[in-house]
């Protein structure tokens, strides 16, 4: 009896590990008198006994006045965590093990109003104004990154300024002149002086002046704790190299920032860049501070702050604002937290989010308050006494405890029945099912950080909220007046049950604390695109069918207002106008066996000013189950403009799927095909479709052009020129309204000699 017993209860209360939000609360107490952060291996000149932490119970944000308290603070949690591993185990934590850097990954500033051409609403991608010369051709509107938010600027790789286009390509940037295209040439092709095996990775524009951002995976040497000689420890480094490319063919380096920490992401407002990098701590006892350096020389050492409640992995995440205007006018802060997942940026506040993680002793604390509140509630009443009277026990060591527990319970089944037993195990099931489920919602959270972004680029703490969930991309978040929305994912899974659903909250924008909600929204599917616009914010998720939702956020609860089922699936959601949304995604269609299969890249237009009853307008499929676009994971890759010129272009990739054999039995390559595909919308013509633009097609290896050919591609507009960038760093020009080629430029590999910028000071050669 004792062994089904035993069974039993293994099967109905068996351990179900699941995320949690438990730690301890440091303040700091006494310690001594501030002194300068110098970098490298974090010394400073500060002598006497390092500060004491104590735990309080508090949520604020402090910043350490030396390397000496940086080092107390970790040295007590490295403590706290030995301690609490030697009484649950007797053994203390090897702390080696624990990942001490997680990688994940104003009122004075004036914006220009948008320009004709460009995309209205959060989302711009606009240019210059545009003029008419006498027969009729534009000159003057260009095309600009497609950015989230109007008036913040984000990073690509390719940028143009209405006459030149600027590319990167490796450790290669060219700068073209493609307006008009008859006279396209390349007129710069600098190779940067980067290591092998690097590359450039994204730039701003700003006028004469471009900022290029690259990672160096570097070696720096430290001086362990009472050693003589260095050791080599290999940092990663960001460059903010920033060139005057006043003069095309001869751009020089005016600025190489190198900042601590791996490249994450970055804005621009105006006239100031706003970067932000992530950098291991690499020793708790001897950590690598942050610093900004420039030809070797410390030109910022960030002051570090600190949450009073700590979490259980840490990273230094710095944020650095640089002034284009003022060589000298650099701002920068580092944030001691888990490293950076995803960015919102607006033109007032920085908004760094990422996934609350598990504290140290969360596990063990998990296990025996889920034993003690879902099981023993249940038990005869005689059967709970026992169990708590000796949990109450202090004379019986922990080691002991739970075999005095499992004979109560082994005593307790045996008195029991069959019957009795099972209709037991059966309420602790569900009692199981329904704590797991409630752990992991109350469990599984977003942290997000607002920082101040003040009138001359400072950069300020503001406030730390969290909301159930985890983030689809950067939008799912928004800001709009003083508040903060936020659309997140519930996923959770136990022996018991699942559940899957999305939710919406509303932040008070200042102190990051929720004042809204609307949870629950389509259970059972997973949700794949968000867009907030004005005072609405348009949802699709997906199982089988496409649900689109509109959603009211014109007060604090967020209400659904309509929704719209359809086949297949936006991944992307575009601002048409305030009554119409563009979604981009895939086809779907049963396959026949319960699920479904992609055919094709879709594109559909939606009618949202009766927002009880949102409509189809119009729907576009590129055919092929193989068929891409960069655009359903990069927004980027999009060219969209309502006006004149009435343009959406998307990179496209298709590769038939299904293999073919010839009558005689050969196997006959599937066809790949690169290119852009090339549209006019509007709510009265639907999408349609203008013609294509090829880049590639058959090529002689079809695996790698299919699975690394549409990682860069890009299009852009200048007056009546569509420029298309592919992969190969070819750029084909053709006229925007009837896709007539007028010419291409390659700017890939030639094997020429490459000049290299020159700094601006540099001595004049002798």
């Known amino acids: 009896m004792y062994g089904m017993a035993g069974i039993g209860i293994a099967a109905a209360i068996g351990f179900v590990l699941v995320l949690g939000s438990i730690g301890g609360n440091i303040a700091t107490r006494g310690g001594p008198g501030p002194t300068t952060f110098v970098g490298g291996n974090g010394t400073t000149a500060t002598t006497g006994i390092p500060p004491v932490f104590t735990v309080a119970p508090t949520q604020n944000i402090a910043k350490f006045s030396s390397v000496d308290e940086l080092r107390a603070f970790l040295t007590n949690v490295e403590a706290s965590r030995n301690a609490f591993s030697t009484a649950q185990t007797g053994i203390p934590e090897n702390f080696s093990k624990f990942n001490l850097g997680a990688t994940a990954d104003s009122d004075a500033r004036t914006t220009a109003p948008p320009a004709p051409g460009a995309v209205m609403g959060p989302s711009s991608a606009s240019g210059e104004a545009a003029t008419f010369t006498e027969n009729g051709q534009r000159t003057g509107v260009f095309s600009g990154t497609n950015n989230q938010v109007a008036g913040v600027d984000e990073p690509d790789f390719v940028k143009n300024d209405g006459k030149y286009a600027y590319v990167l390509s490796g450790d290669k940037l060219t700068i073209s002149d493609v307006y008009p295209p008859e006279n396209a040439t390349i007129v710069a092709k600098v190779g940067l002086d980067i290591k092998n095996g690097q590359y450039l990775q994204e730039m701003f524009l700003n006028n004469d002046t471009l900022v290029v951002f690259y990672t160096e995976y570097a070696q720096d040497y430290v001086i362990p704790q009472y050693e003589f000689a260095p050791q080599p420890v290999y940092t990663p480094k960001t460059h903010a190299l920033v060139l005057d490319v006043s003069d095309r063919a001869n751009p020089k380096t005016v600025h190489d920032y190198v900042v601590s920490g791996t490249y994450h992401d970055a804005r621009m407002i105006g006239d100031r860049v706003y970067l932000v990098t992530a950098s291991d701590l690499y020793s708790y006892r001897q950590p690598l501070v942050p610093k900004i350096t420039e030809s070797s020389r410390t030109v910022v050492a960030p002051d570090i702050y600190y949450f009073q409640n700590p979490e259980p992995y840490y990273n230094f995440n710095t944020v650095t604002s640089i002034g284009l205007s003022d060589k000298d006018d650099i701002d920068s802060k580092t944030f001691m937290m888990n490293p950076a997942s995803t960015l919102y940026v607006s033109q007032d506040n920085i908004y760094i989010a990422y996934p609350k993680y598990l504290p140290y002793n969360y596990y063990e604390q998990s296990s025996r308050d889920r034993f003690f509140k879902a099981v023993v509630p249940l038990l005869p009443q005689d059967a709970q006494a026992k169990v708590r009277a000796v949990d109450a026990d202090t004379s019986v060591p922990a080691s002991d405890k739970w075999d005095r527990i499992a004979r109560i319970l082994e005593d307790t089944y045996n008195?029991?029945?069959?019957?009795?037993?099972?209709?037991?195990?059966?309420?602790?099931?569900?009692?199981?099912?329904?704590?797991?489920?409630?752990?992991?919602?109350?469990?599984?959270?977003?942290?997000?950080?607002?920082?101040?972004?003040?009138?001359?680029?400072?950069?300020?703490?503001?406030?730390?909220?969290?909301?159930?969930g985890r983030l689809l991309n950067q939008f799912s978040m928004d800001e709009s007046g003083d508040r903060f929305r936020v659309a997140t994912t519930v996923e959770y899974y136990s022996p018991y049950?699942?559940?899957?659903?999305?939710?919406?909250?509303?932040?008070?924008?200042?102190?990051?604390?929720?004042?809204?909600?609307?949870?629950?929204?389509?259970?059972?599917?997973t949700m794949y695109s968000t867009r907030f616009i004005g005072d609405r914010l348009y949802l699709v998720t997906f199982q089988r069918i496409d649900p689109f939702f509109v959603i009211d956020l014109s007060e604090d609860t967020p209400k659904v207002l309509g929704e719209l089922k359809l086949p297949g699936y936006s991944t992307y959601l575009h601002p048409y106008d305030e009554d119409h949304v563009i979604g981009i995604g895939k086809d779907t269609k049963d396959n026949g066996y319960g699920g479904i299969t992609q055919t094709g890249v879709k594109l559909a237009l939606f009618d949202v000013s009766d927002v009880a009853n949102p409509k189809l307008v119009d729907d576009y499929v590129i055919p092929g189950q193989g068929t891409d676009s960069e655009v359903l994971w990069d927004h980027k890759a999009l060219l969209f403009s309502k006006e004149e010129p009435n343009v959406l272009s998307i990179p496209v990739n298709t590769y038939d799927a299904e293999g073919k054999y010839a009558p005689d039995g050969r196997y006959i390559p599937p066809k790949v095909w690169r290119g852009f595909y090339v549209f006019g919308v509007s709510p009265d013509s639907g999408i349609a479709l203008k013609g294509t633009v090829e880049h590639s097609s058959n090529a002689t290896d079809p695996y790698y052009n299919y699975y690394y050919g549409m990682q860069v591609s890009r299009s852009f507009y200048i007056g009546d020129v569509l420029y298309t960038v592919s992969a190969g760093n070819l750029i084909k020009m053709n006229d925007i309204d009837t896709l007539a080629d007028l010419g291409q430029l390659q700017i890939g590999s030639t094997g020429d000699v490459i000049k290299y910028p020159v700094p601006l000071d540099a001595p004049p050669k002798q």
């Open 415 to 468: 008195g029991m029945s069959e019957s009795e037993k099972t209709q037991l195990f059966d309420k602790i099931q569900k009692s199981l099912a329904d704590y797991d489920a409630q752990a992991q919602k109350d469990a599984t959270k977003t942290v997000i950080h607002r920082i101040a972004i003040g009138p001359n680029g400072e950069i300020d703490y503001g406030a730390r909220g969290e909301v159930p």
């Open 497 to 525: 049950g699942q559940g899957l659903y999305s939710n919406v909250y509303v932040l008070d924008k200042e102190s990051m604390q929720t004042v809204g909600k609307l949870e629950q929204i389509q259970p059972g599917e």
